[in-house]
């Protein structure tokens, strides 16, 4: 793999537009300290209004430029996590928030002391007009208020008590090593967190099956230090939530973004209604390859088609923009710009952050970082984060900073309706019967990777942080057992499981951000509906979803969603997902001469 110094500048994204350079980075980190302090200047002042919408205008002001400060070095971290200079940088600005957290807390002591009729008075009144969400949601917070001194004494506790999601970022980057897959000629080839997923898309059985037990059983060495860590993580869910007055981590986070715990049990429970669909699904797939056994690392194999599909980057960009010219010039001009800016980082480099992302800090462009391999893959992916980037960059755009930051609920909406809008228009475009079979299989795939997959990740975090609080002993073992027995129901009977997929959990870094995965799966649900709504040529379809990428924060995720044009409240919006994708099976055996012409149920 190349070093960073040996990619190509056009592949690496230009941060200066967040900071001209280091220096500048540097400057800024010290010019907001004396502002920090006159900011500690208005404790006990609060009750004054005059002095409270003084304070929030300073405090919105420090907001962004932190914000700023540490997406940038963050990201400069992540482009080669053994940098040391980078790295000791991010660690005085961590240091010098933590510092400085708990001389702060006292803004939100002061606001929970304020009268809910006076929080009210105040966000009606125009001068606090960027403020009314965050005074209402001082109201909604009072029965989960800590007093004065907690406040204070959980801000200086803050460094001390989180870092799991850290320790594992650096172990899966930097100090994870994996042995060499082999395949089914003796050969041995390289084996990492980027080409993984290329390996076990191949169809040779026994490369996929060197790759996902080399890859896990990689995890599996370290399962005890990995167990331990993840359990931490999981204490210090249950511990905040109940200093907080909650019931359990899992009722704070679906309060923070309000969002009634019925979404998430509609989800589960529709998911384990259709498992039924899963099921056909494994059984088609193996009767296409042709195998006599059918493991659970054979569910990625692409199909033996006469498709072969692999892409410039350049190539692949064209495809999604050209797509996305369903939602109007404007749309496709920001992509554009985006690339020739250098908003992206492309290549995989020694040492980079592994997967993808998007993220950005208010009064900058949004970034993405990519690990691109030219696979159909990578051209969904990029379709997949630049969905994101787009939803920030028009929030941002459309609101105050204030406002702008959308909740996690909604933020793998806008990427999975681009992912969508791809898949259905190539299907849709497709020439000949291999290429929709190409098609029906990335469909496929990808529905069972957001929405199977993540709500049985969804299940295993919501089962294991239940199992903690419920006082059980949660072992190693107790951990693999809940993973590897929600394979068992996830797989069926018929599909053979590796040893290793019960330590299949461990390599999962978003367990680590805890109550998210499941937001995958509704977020791809709701792509379903919203797609479909825009490619039907739904009246106002389109313009209704540049709505909600343009919303922010300024109504409740559910609410938002509903303007888009998916209605998470309803039995019938997930039901519908599985009746898309069973009409995807039925398609699959017509275009298939492995199968009868006649559809089946």
């Known amino acids: 793999m190349k070093t960073r110094e040996q990619i190509e500048e056009k592949y690496k994204w230009d941060l200066t537009e967040y900071f001209k350079d280091d220096n500048e980075w540097k400057q800024t980190f010290e010019s907001i300290k004396p502002m920090y302090e006159k900011l500690t200047t208005y404790e006990g002042k609060l009750s004054d209004s005059k002095s409270l919408l003084e304070c929030l205008k300073l405090d919105k002001e420090l907001d962004e430029i932190a914000a700023r400060l540490s997406v940038y070095i963050s990201l400069k971290v992540r482009e080669d996590g053994k940098n ?131 890859l896990n059983g990689a995890y599996g060495k370290l399962n005890y230090v990995l167990a331990a860590n993840y359990l931490n993580n999981v204490k210090t869910n249950s511990t905040l939530a109940k200093v907080s007055k909650f019931n359990s981590a899992f009722s704070a986070s679906l309060f923070s973004e309000e969002v009634d715990e019925s979404v998430y049990n509609t989800l589960v429970s529709q998911v384990n209604e259709n498992l039924n669909v899963l099921y056909r699904y494994y059984d088609l797939k193996q009767k296409e390859l042709g195998l006599k056994t059918f493991n659970n690392f054979d569910v990625n194999a692409e199909l033996k088609t006469n498709v072969t599909k692999k892409y410039s980057y350049d190539e692949a960009f064209n495809l999604v923009a050209t797509t996305m010219q369903i939602f109007g010039d404007e749309y496709v001009k920001v992509l554009n710009q985006a690339k020739n800016e250098r908003w992206i980082d492309v290549m995989p480099n020694e040492n980079k952050d592994t997967g993808a992302f998007a ?20 051209v969904f992916t990029l379709a997949h984060e630049l969905g994101h980037m787009m ?37 849709k475009n497709a020439k000949t019967k291999d290429e929709k079979l190409y098609y029906i299989d990335h469909l496929m795939n990808m529905f069972y990777g957001t929405v199977c997959r993540q709500t049985m ?57 805890s109550f998210y995965v499941y937001k995958y799966a509704t ?16 009246q106002d379809a389109v313009e ?26 309803k039995k019938e919006t997930f039901t519908q997902a599985f009746d898309f994708i069973s009409s995807i099976l039925n398609e699959w055996e017509v275009c298939s001469s492995k199968f009868s012409k006649k559809k089946t149920s």
């Open 84 to 214: 040391s200079f980078y790295q000791n940088l991010s660690n005085q600005l961590d240091k010098y928030f933590n510092e400085i957290s708990p001389r702060l807390s006292f803004i939100t002591s002061e606001l929970n002391e304020l009268s809910d009729e006076h929080l009210t008075k105040l966000s009606k009144d125009k001068n606090f007009e960027d403020f009314d969400l965050t005074l209402k949601n001082f109201i909604r917070y009072k029965p989960h208020k800590l007093s004065k001194e907690e406040q204070k004494l959980m801000a200086m506790l803050s460094e001390c008590i989180g870092g799991a999601g850290e320790v594992f970022d650096m172990l899966d980057a930097v100090d994870i090593k994996f042995e060499d897959v082999i395949n089914s000629k003796g050969e041995k080839l390289p084996l990492n967190n980027s080409n993984y997923s290329v390996y076990v898309q191949s169809d040779d059985k026994t490369l996929r099956e060197s790759a996902y037990k080399n």
């Open 359 to 378: 993220w950005g800090a208010y009064g900058a462009h949004p970034v993405v970082l990519l690990n691109f391999e030219g696979t159909n893959d990578s």
């Open 391 to 427: 939803h920030t960059y028009y929030s941002n755009k459309n609101n105050v900073s204030t406002k702008a930051g959308y909740e996690i609920f909604v933020a793998e909406v806008a990427s999975t309706v681009n992912e969508m809008i791809l898949a259905k228009t190539l299907l």
């Open 457 to 513: 990740f969804a299940e295993f975090e919501y089962n294991v942080h239940k199992a903690y609080e419920n006082g059980e002993d949660v072992t190693t073992e107790a951990i693999n057992n809940i993973y590897l027995s929600l394979a068992k129901k996830y797989f069926g009977e018929k599909v053979s499981l590796a040893d290793e997929v019960k330590y299949e959990w461990s390599r999962i870094p978003h367990f680590y951000n």
């Open 523 to 538: 977020g791809l649900i709701s792509a379903l509906a919203i797609s479909n709504k825009i490619l039907s040529g739904e």
């Open 544 to 569: 209704n979803y540049k709505k909600f990428l343009a919303s922010g924060c300024t109504k409740p995720p559910v609410e938002l969603l509903k303007i888009a044009g998916a209605d998470l409240t």
